[in-house]
């Protein structure tokens, strides 16, 4: 439970912030923006609620956070007028781990809200927006509560370290990355792989039983495939590693320093 | 929506925290216990639903908001036991302003839940805790949603000053004070009472709206009676209408130091 609570991107506005550093995802979002699209479309084409309730499984701090709801609601929209059918009322679940930063996400609301009312006329109640901390490696809601579950460049995360079981080899045998890296040996792609099958089986699991029959699922993550190419992430993994190693280092130094007084 | 906004009590943990400073609202609750009990039982004669949706409006952060949630699992649990009936699924709704500190709330979840799981036997999966950041006097909820509402020592807030409509006069009219004291003329009391009465009305609109028929409601909230007597709170009110004109001082001397400049 521990690492599911300190996990969390970078909090607050600041220049260093995830809100602030996350264009990539945003553009991947913008990219499969065609697929949220035809699944609402199939969505309506069997069911209209009267209220229809979204779960963002991985919602992160910042702009990409609201922009998710905006889009759902344009889309949703757009299909009901096709329809010809009054657009329901949304209820957005946020969901991210524990120590995720919902607080700066709440105070831009208000603003969302208005904006929302100014750019789709929608009055205000029409959409209510809850954040649900917790892992979507478990349960998150109750049975049959959720019409429209999205999850968007968050499903690659795994829930523990997969080369726990390796102990103490583990830093040699994966060369002190924290990822696949094109020099990883087969047996780091094999752990990786079963970590994220064992993930994926209890994500869907839940999801599964949290579904209303009838409703529907859009998941966007980036794969990988077999090329052993060296890329961006081996760096990011050598930067992250280093920082590890200085937290562990400071913490023992704390420890001795300690020791000594 | 401004003030909606930032409003809050002191966030985190810290000395001059809300968390660490709410012993009062902790007692007023406990004595309400059996106001809660009572109603749940009521509910229970006519209603068992298969997942309980409880929200409390005005939580807060800190021990309060999580005691709330404890006392209600224990309260309908004991009443399952007694009907020869299985307990429900819960899914709690915290509700507070947009500037709340829900971040200190949720770090505090992965601890009650293991707790929850020890005291009282339920697995993890059958409590879903979620926020609903916005103001309770307005709508929060879809319609139908909300099988039990709780409020406690949250209703006194009004949505606004009520001596606004008064403008300049307003501060020597009350005599500084942000709240009635002994020494308010009729009018004070006149005013207060109608933001009330309109805030209670927006508020209870709401509700009805939200409330899945058979639901219930438990508000537990300081009245006042009509002696006229010198309290604690207009010493705070004093302070309090300290620090804000302190504010304002020290806003203006920033306006006049840009000026210069």
């Not at 990409?64 to 657009?87: A, F, G, K, M, Y």
């Not at 991210?96 to 105070?107: A, I």
């Not at 809601?141 to 968007?152: E, V, Y």
């Amino acid at each position: 439970m521990e690492s599911k609570l300190l996990l969390h991107m970078n909090s607050g506005k600041g220049e260093r912030s995830y809100a602030n550093n996350s264009m990539l995802q945003r553009k991947l979002m913008i990219k499969g923006k065609h697929i949220l699209e035809e699944t609402i479309t199939r969505f309506y084409s069997n069911y209209s609620p009267s209220c229809m309730k979204v779960a963002d499984l991985g919602c992160s701090v910042g702009p990409n956070t609201l922009l998710v709801i905006s889009n759902i609601i344009d889309i949703v929209d757009t299909t009901c007028t096709r329809l010809n059918q009054e657009p329901p009322t949304f209820q957005f679940y946020l969901n991210d781990l524990f120590g995720n930063d919902f607080n700066t996400t709440f105070k831009s609301l208000p603003d969302f809200y208005k904006r929302l009312d100014e750019d789709k006329g929608h009055k205000f109640g029409s959409c209510f927006i809850n954040a649900t901390p917790g892992s979507f490696h478990g349960r998150l809601f109750p049975n049959n509560s959720i019409n429209l579950f999205h999850s968007a460049n968050s499903l690659h995360w795994l829930s523990q370290d997969p080369l726990l079981e390796f102990t103490k080899e583990a830093e040699s045998f994966n060369k002190g990355h924290c990822h696949i890296v094109s020099t990883s040996p087969p047996a780091v792609y094999q752990a990786y792989l079963k970590q994220f099958q064992q993930d994926f089986k209890f994500f869907l699991k839940s999801r599964s039983e949290e579904l209303v029959p009838g409703g529907a699922m859009v998941l966007l993550f980036l794969g990988k495939n077999k090329t052993h190419r060296r890329t961006g992430w081996e760096i990011i993994s050598l930067v992250l590693n280093d920082m590890l190693l200085e937290v562990n280092n400071n913490f023992f130094n704390q420890l001795i320093t300690i020791g000594v007084s």
